[in-house]
């Protein structure tokens, strides 16, 4: 099982960006999917979540802001952060869960900087 996040990039407070984190090796169906983010000297947080019946959740600080989805079709689940803000500077990483197990898949991190 691989996860491959993608997208991450510079832009400046107020812009958006889309991350993509491609599976392969299991269906996307069959996962509970994650964001997280990683900034510098910080612990890793969450910052969104999918499950496979469409139900989100979202850190306080991305609500309105982020919205995760998800393409079965394609394997892939999505991130769109909007208004993006300096404080958005982070690593982030994708994460599957298979439905009814602890096991837990990681992709390797896209860094999204914020900055004018």
């Known amino acids: 099982v691989q996860l491959q996040a993608y997208g991450g990039g510079s832009v400046q407070p107020g812009g958006s960006l889309r991350l993509s984190c491609a599976i392969s090796g299991i269906v996307l169906g069959e996962l509970y999917m994650t964001w997280y983010r990683q900034a510098p000297g910080k612990q890793r947080e969450l910052v969104a979540g999918?499950?496979?019946?469409?139900?989100?959740n979202y850190a306080d600080s991305v609500k309105g802001r982020f919205t995760i989805s998800r393409d079965d079709a394609k394997n892939t689940v999505y991130l769109q952060m909007n208004s993006l803000k300096p404080e958005d500077t982070a690593v982030y990483y994708c994460r599957g869960q298979p439905i009814g197990s602890t096991s837990q898949y990681w992709g390797q991190g896209t860094l999204v900087t914020v900055s004018s």
């Open positions: 999918i499950t496979r019946g469409l139900n989100t």
